[in-house]
């Protein structure tokens, strides 16, 4: 058996090294790709229009997701903070983040916290049959709401 040098060493460990970070930099790319391909509805159901209150946030129930309706339509804000992905809680001036205390405005801009971005407002659809749907996949900004008519 040959003997093991430092050079051998450090040449075999540089390689080990280069390789690890191939795959993470592969799992990164393929776990940004696999969601968009294997999202099978990205429709959330919210209800009739007359089932959200007025002037108010909802947090639905079957996705981490804040409706909120006024006299004039229906928004839908991401109920996710952008730091570590914790379910935001609504707070008296915006959302708060109850794991590394982010907070967030009305419009969805951080205010303070570690949170890096602002929270994500997605598109709301009325279906044929007159159900209101947030379309997770289309995101939109904190002015575009589905106007009331």
């Given at each position: 058996?040959?003997?093991?040098?430092?050079?051998?060493?450090?040449q075999?460990?540089?390689?080990?090294?280069?390789?690890?970070?191939?795959?993470?930099l592969?799992?990164?790319?393929?776990?940004?790709?696999?969601?968009?391909?294997?999202?099978?509805?990205?429709?959330?159901?919210?209800?009739?229009?007359?089932?959200?209150p007025?002037?108010?946030?909802t947090?639905?129930?079957?996705?981490?997701?804040?409706?909120?309706?006024?006299?004039?339509?229906?928004?839908?804000?991401s109920?996710?903070?952008?730091?570590?992905?914790?379910?935001?809680?609504?707070?008296?001036?915006?959302f708060?983040?109850?794991?590394?205390?982010?907070?967030?405005?009305?419009?969805?801009?951080?205010?303070?916290?570690?949170?890096?971005?602002?929270?994500?407002?997605?598109?709301?659809?009325?279906?044929?049959?007159?159900?209101?749907?947030?379309?997770?996949?289309?995101?939109?900004?904190?002015?575009?709401?589905?106007?009331?008519?």
């Amino acid at each position: 058996m040959k003997k093991q040098t430092r050079r051998n060493f450090l040449q075999k460990s540089a390689l080990a090294g280069a390789l690890v970070a191939l795959a993470a930099l592969l799992i990164g790319a393929a776990r940004s790709i696999l969601p968009a391909l294997t999202r099978k509805n990205s429709l959330i159901k919210i209800g009739r229009l007359a089932d959200l209150p007025i002037n108010a946030f909802t947090l639905l129930h079957q996705a981490p997701v804040f409706v909120y309706r006024d006299h004039e339509g229906v928004r839908a804000v991401s109920a996710v903070c952008t730091h570590l992905g914790c379910t935001l809680e609504k707070s008296a001036d915006g959302f708060q983040c109850p794991c590394h205390g982010s907070h967030f405005d009305q419009t969805g801009q951080v205010l303070d916290g570690p949170a890096p971005r602002p929270l994500c407002w997605y598109k709301i659809i009325v279906g044929m049959d007159g159900q209101i749907f947030v379309d997770a996949a289309h995101k939109t900004s904190a002015d575009d709401k589905l106007i009331i008519s």
